[in-house]
């Protein structure tokens, strides 16, 4: 009984019935979003600790690459039904939004939770350079079809190249993301392990017998389940909320729904690094956005064949592409020693902001 009027954060779960209610109900979509928001972080702390959980069984590696899956599951699912109502732009934007709040926002803010409480901390460079240059390719694969679709897609002699090869880049590109999980789980998972952090989380009293996969595995499916349900509501209502705050389109698509529909896995990232597993930190944020890059987004080409009027190719604008390019270039310096503290957590976070502004006062993303 004591245990159970503990103040706890999962107290915050009765805010899912109440959004529920309020979104039934036709409350403002500033109310909606709040509580929305609050409801999402017991449920990201659910999907960190089975993910914690299940990385006892599976290794860092693969654990932070189960959390991306399913924290990615919201993104795709919401994705999919912009695609039917032919929302391509507002696809494009929050796939850009979805890497950069993961690369920089996540990664910087959980370098600089670990930093504080830890002081410096370690990880494995060689996972992390396998990430980046996974990272570059994906970089590359997005000015690809831009810079065609800029100097030719006018010209209707072309405009069948430029869906061949969009398709045929899709296909490449999940292609290079199946080897990559058989290098990662089959031929190479030696270079995935993470570096020994037991006995700091044994000083810090973390020294708990890990749950059982089918209990890690159904809490994390549970979780992640609950997470798509209400970050659909929540993204749902930040498009208004932004309105009433007095943002702009560009901002709304790349900033602020990227945070919200990330949510999720953004905490779960930063609660591994404030215990001290940062391996499990980049396999979460890193091993995201790798797969929005490599695996969402030309899986969503291939759906746009068959869901919406017409196809879905992708073709981002400068800004966009070149935003990406910092963040994956300022990541590699960052991350490439295997060491992480406070201040770069700090780095990461102002490139974040300074991109966040310039998508401020960009009125028109066309």
């Not at 990880?123 to 079809?145: E, K, Q």
């Not at 993204?235 to 009433?244: H, L």
């Not at 007095?246 to 790349?254: K, L, V």
Request: hydrophobic share 55%; net charge negative; charged share 10%.
């Amino acid at each position: 009984m004591k245990n159970w009027m503990k103040p706890s954060i999962f107290w915050l779960f009765v805010f899912i019935p109440i959004t529920i209610v309020l979104e039934k109900t036709g409350a403002t979509d500033s109310t909606v979003f709040f509580t929305a928001a609050l409801s999402i972080i017991p449920i990201a702390k659910l999907i960190g600790e089975s993910t914690e959980n299940l990385a006892h069984h599976t290794g860092d590696a693969i654990g932070g690459l189960l959390n991306a899956t399913f924290g990615n599951f919201p993104e795709l699912i919401i994705a999919i039904i912009a695609l039917n109502a032919g929302l391509y732009d507002m696809v494009r934007a929050s796939l850009i939004g979805a890497i950069l709040a993961n690369l920089l926002l996540a990664t910087g803010a959980s370098f600089l939770v670990g930093g504080i409480r830890h002081h410096s901390q370690d990880y494995n460079p060689a996972t992390t350079r396998i990430y980046n240059s996974m990272m570059f390719i994906a970089v590359c694969s997005l000015i690809i079809p831009g810079a065609f679709g800029r100097f030719f897609g006018s010209e209707a002699m072309y405009e069948r190249n430029v869906a061949k090869l969009n398709i045929t880049l899709a296909i490449s590109l999940l292609l290079a993301y199946v080897l990559y999980l058989f290098f990662m789980i089959k031929t190479h998972p030696d270079l995935f392990k993470s570096v020994d952090t037991t006995s700091d989380a044994e000083a810090s009293g973390e020294g708990h017998k890990p749950w059982s996969v089918g209990r890690a595995v159904a809490t994390l499916v549970g979780a992640s389940l609950a997470a798509a349900f209400m970050s659909e509501i929540l993204v749902g209502a930040a498009e208004g909320t932004g309105k009433e705050l007095g943002m702009t389109t560009a901002f709304i698509g790349i900033v602020f729904v990227a945070i919200v529909g990330g949510a999720a896995e953004s905490i779960s990232a930063i609660s591994m690094a404030a215990k001290n597993k940062v391996d499990l930190t980049m396999g979460i944020a890193l091993g995201s956005s790798i797969q929005i890059a490599l695996f969402v987004a030309p899986l969503l080409v291939i759906i746009s064949l068959f869901v919406g009027n017409g196809n879905f190719f992708l073709s981002f604008n400068r800004v966009e592409t070149a935003t990406l390019l910092m963040a994956v270039l300022l990541m590699a310096v960052i991350s490439g020693d295997g060491h992480s503290n406070w201040y770069k957590g700090v780095q990461l976070i102002t490139l974040y902001v300074l991109i966040a502004l310039l998508f401020y006062f960009i009125p028109d993303m066309q």
